[in-house]
């Protein structure tokens, strides 16, 4: 609908990546903050391990973060090859 209305590819593109980003960021904080809780009360329950492991939290947040954008880039793409005319006569 928005190329129907005039908004070019590349900002629809970009919109929809970093919308799906925006969200990924935002469970990723929620999953932070959990993570950091749990481990915290594993090293109480379990002494011997660490808290928290830094390496793995940026990892994570990194293939998480990769996945996201290549799993919004496919179907953004898809649509944007789309012709908008074509589709609203259509209907």
Same mark, same amino acid.
């Given at each position: 609908?928005?190329?129907?209305?005039?908004?070019?590819?590349?900002?629809?593109?970009?919109?929809?990546?970093?919308?799906?980003?925006?969200? =990924?960021?935002?469970? #990723?904080?929620?999953? +932070? !903050?959990? @993570?950091?809780? /749990?481990? &915290?009360? %594993? *090293?109480?329950?379990?002494?011997?391990?660490?808290?928290?492991?830094?390496?793995?939290?940026?990892?994570?947040? =990194?293939?998480?973060? #990769?996945?996201?954008? +290549? !799993?919004? @880039?496919?179907? /953004?793409? &898809?649509? %944007? *090859?789309?012709?908008?005319?074509?589709?609203?006569?259509?209907?």
């Amino acid at each position: 609908m928005r190329l129907a209305l005039g908004c070019d590819r590349h900002s629809l593109w970009r919109l929809a990546i970093f919308d799906q980003l925006r969200t =990924v960021g935002i469970g #990723a904080a929620v999953g +932070i !903050a959990l @993570a950091f809780a /749990a481990g &915290r009360l %594993l *090293s109480f329950v379990l002494p011997e391990i660490s808290g928290v492991d830094p390496i793995v939290l940026r990892g994570s947040i =990194v293939v998480l973060a #990769a996945t996201a954008a +290549i !799993a919004a @880039a496919v179907p /953004a793409s &898809r649509v %944007l *090859s789309i012709n908008p005319l074509a589709l609203l006569q259509e209907t």
